[in-house]
């Protein structure tokens, strides 16, 4: 009785295996043959690379502050260049241009920021001899924006202007970045030296 | 042969021979179908006769003075499905009677306590039918933290990862109906896409044992299978409603079986599940509502000797993601975290608004199993599952309403197993499987993809066995060979590809050169032997000590290999590397079992060596016009888990019983002995439970739950804060204090048309409201998390 049953069994464990085999090879052949195109490059959307504060005084050559990030949230660090020192106790007319420069032409960004300026503001925040910095312009709210500013220098020496843009922020605000919440866009630290 | 031949026999010589001779005897024998073995006991009854016999020792029985002509047999068995065998009686007959003894396809009969596991050596643990019902309405995360050694890794209350042991994500598999789920569970933030209420047997392996299921399981096995269908003419159904307080709303979940005594069946089920934003005690995580519909179809037959199951499934959720978690940067993180508040508080609201999750799963699958006398049993099986995931963030401009995230993963898979299990000492089981998966990322987001477009095929065989040495000692090993090959094209930025030293090492690999990038096509192999071996020993009748011994291996995810940019929602930059080879854990589990009517304890203490252990952690900053970022960075390292579980229970009197939970787990990174990240803190749990069958079955069960702090985590990281303009301490890291919560359960059964076919039952959890965060939170810099929840469940049988 036994031994009758071995025979079955080979055949069974070798009908099973070869059902198997038709099986995986059929999946194999239908997944190998799957030639693959290349996937598209994502084209980003939203990217800021480039703000560029342009600070004009009358009597004073433009200083201009400049943060360019060309690989985005790549490893690199953006680029900070300041183009000259700033004069002692002096007012500057402050406007901001940003721009997206992985696409070719440069894409302007600021634009968007006018056409949605009741979802955006700049916060200032000024140190050392940057003595202060005042909102030069308004949504249609009546609330600041910060494209257009006024900045005051105090006695010579070493001074700082971070610079963040917050989309979304609580309209109107205490002026501080933690009452106005929203998300950062920018934010961005510029060194200066006051002469 | 030998039966054949009688029966052919048999059958001419009845249809030829009528002649009125009553002193016949019918000489049977009982056997086994499956192993050939004798079964004694079977009752053997002549219908419409009244005579009755049983079986003797050898399986042997008989019938004297039966007139020729043709009988019908009712023969029944403890344990066995009755069968009605006719048979022609001329002159002496000798019959030979198979009937089935090994019921697995056959669910509905078997003996209450004899309780079929997965492994035998392993640590295992089933959710019982009450815990189900409890947890009906929550995720499965949530629903397997009622055992021993599992925690969750939260992103909020509905993003629920099951943790096992410390271990979690691709270390964790979910076999869903048989079929391995396969739903990016590489991600944080990913919880598994099942819906609980599908398939109701919920069964927990800790550790690689299941070899069957995979051989990647460092962490552990989470097995749901469908409630075994009666083999009978029925049609009934459950339906359970669950409404909570907390997040003002709840879920129902309908099922309806159809089952005939051919064993054909017909299975439906639905659920449906609304919550608004969830409660912290003093404010309201806004943005957390979800909204959540799933369906399963089955319909098969199953006979002992051969079935067939087509399975299909369909669950979609839509999940909020707290508001106030989207952060910008650094310095956001860092506000964030020193914020008592959140900084984003609405009204209570139904709305999910962006950043959210919606995330579809199919699964559709083709099951059919043959058994094969004296031999065992082939189980042939195909299945398909496509898993879309729209990730959504607060986004400007054209693309306000495009996802931040959409990727498609579709699976294919082929599995063969044989079982061989027609010898009483021993039992075997073999299997083959063929896996194709397709990912792809979708470019129409307009951000970076986090994952990239990939094809990865997988094959895998192996052998299990189970060797009974003496009654009291089985022994189980098993082998498998699994090959995993991954063919990703994906984007570098020429800056992080040189900046990751992949020009130097990997430069063969690129394909095109995009300009500012390079389009890569890695194709990596990976090789992983995997192996088991343990014993089950009972020492006396109601005490069993087990140990288990495995090697686990696990190729690396694509998230390990490939992560590379920024997480936009979580703020943070994630770092995969291409250099990450596969991690290999070794782990010695023992448990100790004592079960007897007046208490019983489980105390199993497990070690874990993992090999290249592949973790994530922050250990940088990397800067941007947008602030600084976290940077996450993929790495590998040795690590060791020492841990224990231990569970009592006692029952004081029939009314009352107490149960105990602990369970410690301590994870370290030898090669700089540091703590691991993200282990979950040590926890005990208590409970004490009033149960009255009397009083409509009514129980009532009090629980306190006391989560230590976490004392061992890595140390924080320094980060500059342009808007302090000073070096700080992110703490990142730092875990929250203790806490101790509070639940209460009541239920009650009562009878409408059947016997307690309406279950009622109440459920508060926190109950003194107290705030607290809980260290694998992920939403714990932000907010508190949840407030009191109390609910209601309603549940009836039909």
């Not at chain 2, 040590?682 to 306190?704: D, G, H, M, P, R």
């Amino acid at each position: 009785m036994k031994k009758s049953h071995l025979p079955v069994k080979k055949s069974i464990l070798s009908r099973a295996l070869f059902t198997s085999a038709i099986i995986f090879s059929l999946c194999f052949v239908t997944s190998c043959s799957d030639d693959d195109e290349d996937p598209d490059p994502v084209v980003e959307e939203e990217v800021i690379t480039t703000i560029t504060v342009t600070l004009t005084s009358a009597g004073s050559p433009d200083i201009i502050l400049e943060s360019k990030d060309l690989d985005g949230d790549g490893p690199d660090a953006p680029v900070i260049t300041v183009s000259g020192n700033l004069v002692a106790n002096s007012t500057y007319a402050g406007s901001i241009e940003l721009l997206n420069e992985t696409e070719s032409p440069a894409e302007n960004i600021t634009e968007e920021i006018e056409e949605k300026d009741e979802e955006h503001q700049f916060f200032f925040t000024p140190s050392g001899s940057v003595s202060g910095v005042t909102y030069t312009d308004q949504d249609g709210n009546g609330n600041p924006i910060g494209l257009s500013f006024s900045l005051t220098t105090g006695d010579a020496g070493s001074g700082a202007l971070q610079i963040t843009l917050r989309h979304e922020p609580k309209k109107p605000n205490d002026g501080s970045l933690n009452d106005a919440g929203g998300e950062t866009d920018i934010a961005q630290n510029f060194s200066v030296t006051v002469e | 042969m030998r039966f054949y031949l009688v029966l052919i026999f048999t059958c001419v010589a009845g249809n030829t021979s009528f002649a009125q001779d009553c002193n016949s005897i019918l000489f049977g024998e009982v056997i086994d179908f499956h192993d050939n073995t004798v079964l004694e006991n079977a009752t053997i009854t002549i219908t419409g006769k009244n005579l009755s016999t049983t079986s003797d020792e050898y399986g042997k029985f008989n019938f004297k003075t039966l007139c020729n002509g043709v009988i019908e047999l009712e023969v029944s068995h403890p344990n066995c499905r009755t069968q009605f065998i006719s048979i022609a009686i001329n002159g002496n007959t000798y019959q030979k009677i198979r009937i089935e003894h090994h019921l697995e396809e056959l669910n509905e009969v078997k003996v209450v306590g004899n309780e079929q596991k997965n492994t035998n050596s392993s640590q295992e643990e089933k959710l019982s039918k009450e815990d189900f019902e409890k947890s009906s309405g929550k995720s499965l995360g949530d629903a397997l933290k009622n055992m021993t050694g599992v925690s969750s890794l939260n992103t909020g209350a509905n993003v629920v990862k099951p943790v096992i042991q410390g271990l979690s994500g691709s270390r964790v598999l979910v076999i869903n109906n048989n079929t391995r789920m396969q739903d990016m569970e590489w991600g944080q933030e990913h919880a598994p896409n099942i819906d609980i209420n599908a398939n109701q047997h919920i069964s927990l392996i800790k550790g690689a044992a299941a070899l069957e299921y995979g051989g990647d399981a460092i962490g552990g096995v989470i097995v749901l299978k469908p409630l075994p269908i009666a083999r009978a003419d029925s049609l009934y159904g459950k339906t359970q409603l669950n409404l909570f307080s907390n997040g003002r709303g709840g879920n129902i979940s309908t099922s309806l079986t159809k089952s005939f005594e051919s064993g054909f069946y017909l299975k439906a089920q639905g659920s449906l599940k609304r919550l608004g934003d969830i409660e912290a005690p003093e404010y309201i995580l806004s943005n957390t509502g979800i909204k959540e519909n799933g369906i399963s179809l089955s319909a098969g037959k199953r006979d002992f000797v051969q079935g067939w199951e087509g399975y299909y499934s369909f669950f979609k959720t839509y999940i909020g993601i707290l508001a106030s978690s989207h952060i910008g940067n650094t310095d956001d993180l860092i506000t964030a975290i020193e914020s008592p508040t959140p900084l984003i508080i609405n009204d209570f609201s139904y709305t999910i608004d962006k950043p959210s999750q919606e995330v579809t799963h199919h699964l559709a699958k083709l099951n059919y199993y043959r058994r094969f006398t004296g031999f065992g049993k082939l189980n042939v099986q195909y299945d398909f599952q496509n898993n879309r995931r729209f990730e959504f963030d607060r986004r400007i401009g054209d693309n306000a309403d495009n996802a931040s995230l959409d990727l498609k993963l579709s699976t294919h898979t082929v599995s063969s197993t044989i079982q061989l299990d027609s010898k009483k000492e021993f039992e075997l089981k073999l299997g083959v499987l063929g896996r194709f998966q397709k990912n792809f990322a979708n470019p129409e987001t307009r951000v970076r993809r986090l994952i990239p477009d990939y094809n990865k095929y997988d094959f895998g065989a192996f052998v299990l066995g189970e060797f009974l040495m003496q009654p009291n000692l089985t022994i189980d090993a098993g082998i498998r060979y699994d090959f995993t090959r991954m063919n990703a094209k994906k984007f570098y930025r020429k800056s992080s590809w040189e900046e990751r030293g992949y020009d130097e090492d990997f430069s063969q690999l690129i394909i095109n050169d995009a300009g500012t990038q390079y389009l890569v096509n890695p194709i990596f192999d990976y090789h992983n032997v995997s192996a088991m071996t343990g014993l089950q020993y009972n020492l006396k009748e109601n005490q069993t000590l087990k140990l288990n011994l495995s090697l686990a291996k696990r190729a690396p995810n694509p998230s390990e290999l490939f992560s590379d940019g920024l997480h936009h929602s979580a703020a943070r930059i994630e770092l995969g590397d291409l250099r990450i080879k596969n991690e290999s854990s070794r782990k010695i589990s023992l448990s100790y079992e004592l079960n007897s009517q007046k208490w019983g304890f489980v105390l199993a203490p497990y070690l874990n060596n993992i090999k290249n252990f592949i973790l994530a952690e922050p250990n940088d900053l990397q800067f941007t016009i947008r602030g600084s970022f976290p940077v996450w960075s993929y790495r590998q390292t040795n690590a060791l888990l020492l841990g224990t579980d231990f569970s009592l229970y006692n029952n004081w009197s029939s009314k009352i019983r107490t149960n105990h939970k602990f369970s410690y787990v301590k994870g370290t990174d030898e090669s700089t002995n540091i703590p691991l990240i993200n282990i979950p803190a040590a926890n005990l749990n208590n409970s004490i439970s009033y149960s009255n069958i009397k009083w409509n079955n009514f129980i009532v069960t009090l629980e306190s739950q006391y989560v230590f702090e976490q004392k061992r985590f890595p140390p924080n990281i320094t980060v500059f804060s342009p808007q302090e303009q000073r070096e700080k301490e992110l703490n990142i890291n730092t875990p929250p204090p203790a806490y101790h919560l509070l639940s209460f359960d009541a239920s009650s059964k009562f009878s409408i048309q059947k016997k307690n076919d309406l279950s009622i039952g109440l459920n508060i959890t926190n109950i003194t409201n107290t705030n607290y965060r809980d260290y694998l939170n992920r939403l714990r810099y932000f907010v508190n998390n949840q407030g009191r929840n109390i609910s209601l469940r309603l549940i009836y049988n039909y």
